[in-house]
């Protein structure tokens, strides 16, 4: 479901995708497993003001994901003080919420913004949002004539205490398939 007026920098709508995926050793797979993709993003603006919220939750319900299949966190609003991919595991979910303020207009649109973010992985689906990691970022995103485009810095707890914190340069689109609120 996508009613986004804009992928890239969006000013108002929903969008929401479910994905089942199974692996089945009768269909000659050698590892028996299935899991379950739920996502969603609201986002509404008021003048130069958005405001976006989001939800993603990756879970293996039954079986036991191989290394290849596990489900990765990490990124601009998806545990932001990590790398891309840093921390993985059986289960992973996130909550988003974000403000964004319009700066540019015309050829090179542009805003400034934030984000919360509150999420983690775990080994059982129901324990997701249990003692969470909380993140944020600050960043600027652009839409430029080869792409959107995403300037900043994330922070945030990892699971042994420390700070995990990353300065990043993201090219390409935030909202849907294959990017980081999918």
């Known amino acids: 479901y996508d009613r ?9 709508g929903n969008f929401a995708r479910v994905t ?7 269909l000659g797979s050698d590892d028996d497993y299935k899991q379950l993709k739920m996502s969603g993003v609201l986002t509404r603006s008021f003048g130069r003001h958005t405001l976006l919220g989001g939800v993603s939750v990756d879970a293996t319900f039954d079986g036991v994901a191989p290394s290849y299949a596990l489900f990765g966190g ?4 998806n545990l932001s003080g990590f790398n891309l991919g840093e921390i993985s595991g059986q289960n992973f979910g996130v909550a988003v919420a974000g ?8 050829f090179v649109p542009g ?23 909380v ?12 792409g959107p485009a995403y300037f900043g810095y994330g922070v945030g707890e990892s699971p042994s205490g420390d ?20």
């Open 74 to 77: 990490g990124g601009l609003f």
């Open 111 to 133: 805003r400034i913004g934030v984000s919360l973010e509150y999420g983690g992985v775990k080994d059982d689906w129901e324990d997701l949002f249990q003692d969470g990691l």
């Open 163 to 182: 700070t995990a914190q990353r300065w990043f340069l993201k090219f390409g689109r935030i909202f849907g398939s294959n990017s980081v609120i999918r």
């Open 20 to 26: 089942l995926i199974g692996s089945a050793d009768w």
């Open 99 to 106: 403000y964004q303020y319009h700066i540019l207009g015309g």
């Open 135 to 146: 993140h944020g970022s600050v960043y600027a995103g652009f839409r430029t004539p080869i």
């Open 4 to 12: 986004l007026d804009d992928r890239y920098l969006p000013n108002k």
